[in-house]
């Protein structure tokens, strides 16, 4: 059982920044990936930023070039750097963690809101 830990949300003007940050109950290396899905009000659940244990990432179009997704291994924690947002990024941002050991498990924070104001 992985557990995530989210912080860093909250309000902020157009054109501001954030940084969300997911802590894993155990060692980053472990879980195959981890990645920050959102979901605003009346919308589906939608995949942000990805990362896999190698280093490997993965962006929704819509957040290319204005967000990034990063790891500290000593930490044990993920990171999404969230520049330049606009008000269609108002959601809450769940991170998520994917583990493969012959069968696949998928783990949820609780999520943290991220709401900017035009």
């Known amino acids: 059982q992985v557990q995530l830990v989210e912080s860093g949300g909250g309000l902020v003007q157009a054109g501001g920044s954030l940084r969300l940050s997911c802590a894993a109950s155990?060692?980053?290396?472990?879980?195959?990936?981890m990645g920050w899905h959102r979901q605003a009000p009346g919308k589906q659940r939608e995949l942000v930023a990805a990362?896999?244990?190698?280093?490997?990432?993965n962006y929704a179009d819509s957040v290319k070039g204005r967000f990034t997704i990063s790891r500290d291994s000593a930490k044990n924690t993920v990171y999404l750097q969230m520049n330049s947002l606009e008000p269609e990024d108002t959601a809450a941002y769940y991170c998520?963690?994917?583990?493969?050991?012959?069968?696949?498990?998928?783990?949820w924070g609780q999520g943290t809101q991220v709401t900017v104001s035009s």
């Open positions: 990362i896999n244990n190698g280093g490997i990432t």
């Open positions: 155990e060692s980053i290396f472990s879980i195959n990936v």
């Open positions: 998520n963690a994917v583990v493969v050991r012959g069968v696949v498990s998928n783990y």
